[in-house]
């Protein structure tokens, strides 16, 4: 394996990772559990209470956030349209917590799976784990993306940094992501 994922039959599939890549993965993971933030209550959350409790109604400020929970209803330009707005303040109240904990949860899955592979080597996953692993890529791709201002125009760009541009080392982490996350798909189609 060359730091990419591969079959291991059966819709598993494994990785070889060195010390840097596990470090690099974690690091970016634990930076987005950071932006995602706590559950409703924090640690030890009251599961009861976790059910009943409502999210917000306004747009999350940050862009990487608001990629991820955007709008349902209508189009966030428009101000004008006072009942799109309603309709996803009420559609938002009642997902986003709900989509923050899976989102954390799946990070939080990677984090532990590298944590428990310590200074590198081979990371296996089972076809249950491979589905986490893959919302969790999605995930960084997407935020990392979102912060570079990828569009769909401008990605083959990236290829053709100068090596003294600043975002050079995001633009690396970015296309990784995507490399990671393709040979997760197919390893998991074989």
Known sequence: MAGLFES???????????????????SLEVQLLELIGPGPG??????????????????????????????????PEKPEDEEAKVASG??????????????????????RALDAL?????????VSDCQRWLGALND?????????????DDEDGLYELPDGDERKPLVMAYLWLGALQESLLEAMAD
Do not use: H, M, N, Q
Not at 8 to 26: K, P, V
Not at 118 to 126: H, I, Q, R, S, T
Not at 140 to 152: H, M, P, Q
């Open 140 to 152: 960084l791709r997407l935020a990392v993306g979102v912060r570079l201002e990828v569009t769909e």
């Open 90 to 111: 009420e559609f938002r109240r009642f997902t986003e917590l709900d989509l923050r904990a899976r989102k954390r949860d799946d990070a939080l899955f990677v984090v």
């Open 42 to 75: 924090g640690e030890g959350d009251d599961p009861l209470a976790a059910l009943f409790a409502e999210g917000p109604t306004e747009a999350p400020a940050d862009p990487v956030l608001a990629r991820f929970f955007p709008d349902a209803y209508g189009d």
């Open 8 to 26: 291991t039959g059966g819709g598993g599939a494994a990785i070889a990772l060195d010390e840097w890549e596990a470090s690099i993965l974690r």
């Open 118 to 126: 310590g200074d590198g080597g081979v990371l296996k996953l089972a």
